[in-house]
């Protein structure tokens, strides 16, 4: 059984950072291609940022220079480093996995991730 298991999230300043982890259970990441979602209150989910089997990322142009992500194939783990921290990153957060190599346009296609986290709340007070 395929489970992410999301973690990091938590309260935090605007400017500040928080480094969420996502592990993975029952599904090799190593060739698989993982992103980070989110969702804000009212608005639709939408993709933050992916990695694909060869390393390659994409970010959403709201958070390139500031969110970083990455995956460590030992721990079977994917994480999101943001910093710079803003008022509009409040979201629920979700991992996501899939075994399709993703390339561009992926981060708008939530329907082709097969397996999704059940998301870890992050809140920036301004």
């Known amino acids: 059984q395929v489970q992410l298991a999301e973690s990091g999230g938590g309260s935090v300043q605007a400017g500040g950072s928080l480094r969420l982890s996502c592990a993975v259970s029952?599904?090799?990441?190593?060739?698989?291609?993982l992103a980070w979602f989110r969702q804000a209150p009212g608005k639709e989910r939408e993709g933050v940022a992916r990695?694909?089997?060869?390393?390659?990322?994409e970010y959403a142009d709201s958070v390139k220079g500031r969110f970083t992500i990455s995956r460590d194939t030992a721990e079977n783990t994917v994480y999101l480093q943001m910093d710079s921290l803003m008022f509009e990153d409040t979201a629920i957060y979700y991992c996501?996995?899939?075994?399709?190599?993703?390339?561009?346009?992926?981060?708008?296609?939530?329907?082709?991730?097969?397996?999704w986290g059940q998301g870890t709340q992050v809140t920036v007070s301004s």
């Open positions: 990695i694909n089997r060869n390393d390659l990322q």
């Open positions: 029952g599904y090799d990441i190593s060739d698989k291609c």
């Open positions: 996501a996995a899939t075994w399709r190599y993703c390339t561009g346009g992926y981060l708008s296609a939530v329907e082709k991730f097969d397996y």
